[in-house]
């Protein structure tokens, strides 16, 4: 079975190509305003490669919304148009640590991370968005945004997380910046 995994959740856009659990492509480009150019750019480097798609496999954040938009309702139309299921999966799930209890954290943007709690490669709390001091003052290692590197979703991880936790609706933890005018204060 060949699986196509995207990932817009952070500030990279990343793309991945799978026949069962081998890798046939991974690529990925560093911009936060680029993933709606960069990501047909890198799916139409995978489809080179093999064409034959019988699953789509996208992380479904937490992440920025406009992030989040372009690389979900990519995977959800390219999936249609091809007649094949998609699955979501949550992003943080795929940042590989090696660790047995810790805390992944991304950037939320605002002074905020997007983060959650593992043990054994499981999550067991989150995801949730929190200032970074807050994070700090928990009791696990931390790992990515504010912590260490960067870390970002490994591609072959979203797939296994996709297959063992789909996740059917995005994950924003946080309100809209638009409102109503009627809500305005």
């Known amino acids: 079975m060949n699986s196509l995994v995207i990932d817009t959740s952070t500030h990279r856009t990343s793309v991945g190509l799978f026949r069962g659990t081998s890798e046939l492509f991974t690529g990925f480009h560093d911009g936060a305003t680029a993933h709606a150019e960069a990501l047909p750019k890198l799916v139409k480097e995978a489809l080179a490669i093999s064409n034959e798609i019988d699953q789509v496999i996208v992380g479904m954040g937490p992440g920025p919304f406009t992030g989040l938009r372009v690389g979900i309702v990519f995977a959800q139309t390219f999936a249609h148009a091809r007649e094949v299921p998609w699955i979501g999966a949550?992003?943080?799930?795929a940042i590989d640590v090696d660790s047995d209890s810790y805390i992944v954290t991304t950037d939320a943007r605002r002074k905020e991370v997007y983060w959650a709690k593992y043990s054994?490669?499981?999550?067991?709390?989150?995801?949730?968005?929190?200032?970074?001091?807050?994070?700090?003052?928990?009791?696990?290692?931390?790992?990515?945004?504010?912590?260490?590197?960067?870390?970002?979703?490994?591609?072959?991880?979203?797939?296994?997380?996709?297959?063992?936790?789909?996740?059917?609706?995005?994950?924003?933890?946080?309100?809209?910046?638009?409102?109503?005018?009627?809500?305005?204060t």
């Open 120 to 184: 054994e490669g499981k999550r067991t709390y989150g995801p949730q968005v929190s200032t970074p001091a807050y994070v700090e003052e928990l009791p696990e290692k931390k790992y990515g945004f504010g912590f260490t590197e960067n870390l970002y979703p490994s591609m072959s991880k979203l797939l296994a997380a996709a297959l063992d936790a789909p996740v059917n609706e995005p994950m924003y933890l946080r309100r809209p910046d638009a409102v109503p005018t009627s809500e305005r």
């Open 90 to 93: 949550c992003s943080l799930d």
